[in-house]
C-alpha cells in the first residue's frame, strides 16, 4: 500500500504564496515521476506541474513562472511553491505519484485526498 499525505493548503489573498507537501509512504521501491493536478468546482481535473524522477519539468502554461516543483528524494516528499496567486488557482489540489509496473511496462498513479487552496481578498 501507498499512502499520499499532503499538507499546506488553505486561504490566501491574490498575490500572496503557498507552499504544498505530498510525502509519499508504503511499499514505494521506485518513482517514475511525482507531481500536482488540481480540480475546480465544474471543471475537469487538470495537470499543475509534474517532476520527472530524471529532473524533468512540466507545467501548465497558466502556472509557468509563478510555481515552482521540486522533490526531497530521501524524504520521496514532492512540493509545489505557489507564488502570485491568482483567483483562477483556487482549486482541490492532489498530488499524483507515478510508480513503475514491470507487468505492463507501464506506470500506476496514486493520488492524494486532495487539499484545497483558495485565492481570494
Known amino acids: 500500500q501507498v499512502q499520499l499525505v499532503e499538507s499546506g493548503g488553505g486561504l490566501v489573498q491574490p498575490g500572496g504564496s503557498l507552499r504544498l507537501s505530498c510525502s509519499a509512504s508504503?511499499?514505494?521501491?521506485?518513482?517514475?515521476?511525482m507531481g500536482w493536478y488540481r480540480q475546480a468546482p465544474g471543471k475537469q481535473r487538470e495537470l499543475v506541474a509534474l517532476l520527472s524522477s530524471g529532473g524533468s519539468t512540466n507545467y501548465a502554461d497558466s502556472v509557468k513562472g509563478r510555481f515552482t516543483i521540486s522533490r526531497d528524494n530521501a524524504k520521496n516528499t514532492v512540493y509545489l511553491q505557489m507564488n502570485s496567486l491568482k483567483s483562477e488557482d483556487t482549486a482541490v489540489y492532489y498530488c499524483?505519484?507515478?510508480?513503475?509496473?514491470?507487468?505492463?511496462?507501464?506506470?500506476?498513479?496514486?493520488w492524494g485526498q486532495g487539499i484545497q487552496v483558495t485565492v481570494s481578498s
Open positions: 508504503g511499499s514505494i521501491f521506485s518513482i517514475v515521476a
Open positions: 499524483n505519484v507515478r510508480v513503475p509496473v514491470a507487468s505492463i511496462a507501464g506506470t500506476y498513479q496514486h
